[in-house]
DNA sequence: CGAATTTGACCAGCGC
DNA sequence: GCGCTGGTCAAATTCG
């Protein structure tokens, strides 16, 4: 618990713009990356010293750096070996390589093949390069566009003040486990399935952020919502009749029966011209709180630190599981109703799940950002998504389809727990080219805004950042088999590594509801 | 001494 | 109705 509480205390100080805890971010990543390693060298000490230097935050930028003088390394090489070439066929130069190697002519082509090789290799890697950038500024392009979309839809709800009826109050303190319930900002939940599945050209309505309305008490703007509840009352209805894909996952029922029963309810009363707050009210409770997002990841820590602060408010053992599960509340701002669970794997002790629950109230340092959008966008996937029944990646609409490239251990979704969950895994090393493909950029995308900025200093470039991790994740060949684990083990558990991995996964989720955008379409 | 954590008790939901 | 389990509360305890 000390542990937890001293990263939590690290992350305020980060968020207040400090320099102070860096060592911790680096001791965490040390204490995560090391059990399961093998040192090659075998000299333990030295080992994790140089693991902590290339992850903690000086060095960080020093390691993201290489990548670009690697490049430029072989850009020198691919001239110096030009430069070899024209020696050889220039005449001089070749002569003497050939009189002094005592080289005959087959085996001088045969380099001169290898030549040519190398550099059509270093072609293709520098297109290769190339392309990743042009990918990951769209990426980072279609991000901002898309932030600035929520900043307006913001400004447009504020305009018109929506508010929140007295009885849903009514409903949601009714539902606060029978005790007298804490007055807390009305929109609980917002995981809801009208807050999802976008259609075409709309996709900005239904992934809002909540910024400041007056019913919670004018929250500034980087506050990550789902969808507003007042919001996703005016969309229930009209989402239902245009995708008939959605699915309503309510607890106890079939998601298609809900589903079936939703929709002509409210085509029916919507055709009479019933008041939406009257058609929500017959909205199932369970729908509006209880999708879940969990997060997996490797960590020694007793927490992963995800740019929030948590107060710990209870601990069980559950069942079939050694591992006593913690209950953490969010205590950025009072009532936020933030919750989430923490607890070791029972067949993997060093993996930690934690699982989510709710929306902020109130404004996110960015590492949370990330977090939050994550969760948030994770559960839109999930109740977006068609699941007849059972568990995993389900359904064919545009959003699931996307996370398939994750679906090998990535992130899953499970609909037959008694809360519908997603779940993202972040304990495997990425090594599809699925992965790579679809992931890598946006993690470069998300590092853009989020890890570079939150620590700063980190003056990179981001592609060159991403092409860091590009680098470590494709497995240098000279690099031992275990580097992938390590580098995974210290991405999953650095508390702004993890953010900026989670907003990349945001950000393939929510690239995936505009069709536009950089990854395209399925 | 205030804040955070621990821990036993309580409550709701669910299955039998 | 009863027991089990998950989730939460709040008094007691610990910590900084």
């Not at 090489?77 to 005592?102: K, M």
Request: proline residues 7%.
């Amino acid at each position: 618990m000390e542990l937890g509480s001293s990263h939590l205390r690290t992350h305020v100080a980060d968020f207040a713009g400090k320099e102070k805890g860096e060592m911790s971010i680096g001791d965490t990543v040390l204490d995560a990356a090391s059990p399961p390693v093998a040192s090659p060298e075998g000299d333990g000490d030295k080992q994790r010293v140089e693991e902590m230097d290339f992850f903690s935050v000086e060095k960080r930028c020093k390691a993201r750096a290489p990548p670009l003088e690697e490049l430029d390394h072989k850009k020198e090489l691919a001239h110096s070996v030009n430069i070899g070439l024209h020696l050889q066929t220039g005449g001089t130069g070749g002569d003497e390589s050939t009189v002094e190697n005592g080289m005959p002519m087959s085996e001088e082509k045969e380099g001169k093949g290898e030549v040519v090789e190398i550099q059509s290799a270093l072609a293709r890697m520098n297109e290769e390069n190339r392309l990743l950038r042009e990918v990951l500024i769209r990426v980072a392009a279609d991000y901002n566009a898309l932030e600035m979309q929520i900043v307006q839809l913001s400004q447009q709800r504020r305009r018109h003040g929506h508010e929140i009826p007295q009885e849903d109050e009514a409903v949601e303190r009714k539902s606060y486990n029978g005790r007298v319930p804490p007055i807390v900002p009305s929109r609980f939940i917002d995981l809801s399935p009208a807050g999802v599945a976008p259609t075409s050209g709309d996709e900005a309505s239904y992934s809002s952020t909540d910024m400041g309305t007056p019913a919670n008490g004018g929250v500034p703007s980087n506050n990550v919502e789902v969808l507003s509840t007042s919001y996703y009352r005016q969309k229930s209805v009209s989402s239902r009749i245009i995708n008939p894909k959605i699915v309503t996952v309510d607890q106890g029922k079939q998601p298609g029966e809900v589903d079936a029963i939703g929709r002509e309810d409210s085509a029916r009363r919507e055709s009479q011209g019933l008041s939406r707050s009257s058609i929500t009210e017959q909205l199932p409770e369970a729908t509006m709180r209880k999708a879940r997002v969990s997060v997996r990841a490797r960590s020694e820590a007793p927490m992963i630190s995800d740019g929030c602060q948590w107060r710990k408010y209870g601990q069980k053992m559950a069942k079939g599981n050694p591992c006593p599960r913690a209950y953490y509340r969010c205590t950025m701002a009072s009532g936020c109703p933030v919750r989430k669970q923490v607890q070791r794997c029972a067949e993997d002790r060093s993996i930690l799940t934690t699982t989510y629950e709710g929306n902020h109230n109130h404004p996110l340092p960015p590492p949370a950002m990330a977090m939050a959008s994550t969760t948030s966008a994770a559960a839109s996937i999930l109740l977006s998504g068609s699941m007849p029944s059972g568990d995993g990646l389900m359904g064919g609409n545009f959003l699931t389809r996307t996370l398939m490239p994750f679906s090998s251990g990535m992130a899953s979704i499970s609909a037959s727990a008694p809360f519908p969950t997603v779940t993202l895994d972040l304990t495997h090393a990425p090594s599809s080219n699925h992965f790579q493909r679809a992931l890598l950029p946006s993690v470069a995308a998300a590092t853009a805004a989020n890890f570079n900025v939150s620590l700063a200093g980190a003056a990179a470039p981001p592609q060159i950042f991403g092409k860091a991790l590009y680098n470590q994740t494709n497995l240098p060949q000279h690099q031992p088999a275990s580097f992938n684990d390590r580098v995974t083990a210290a991405i999953t558990s650095d508390p702004n590594f993890t953010a900026a991995v989670a907003a990349a996964i945001t950000s393939i989720i929510g690239g995936a509801a505009t069709p536009s955008n950089a990854f395209g379409g399925p």
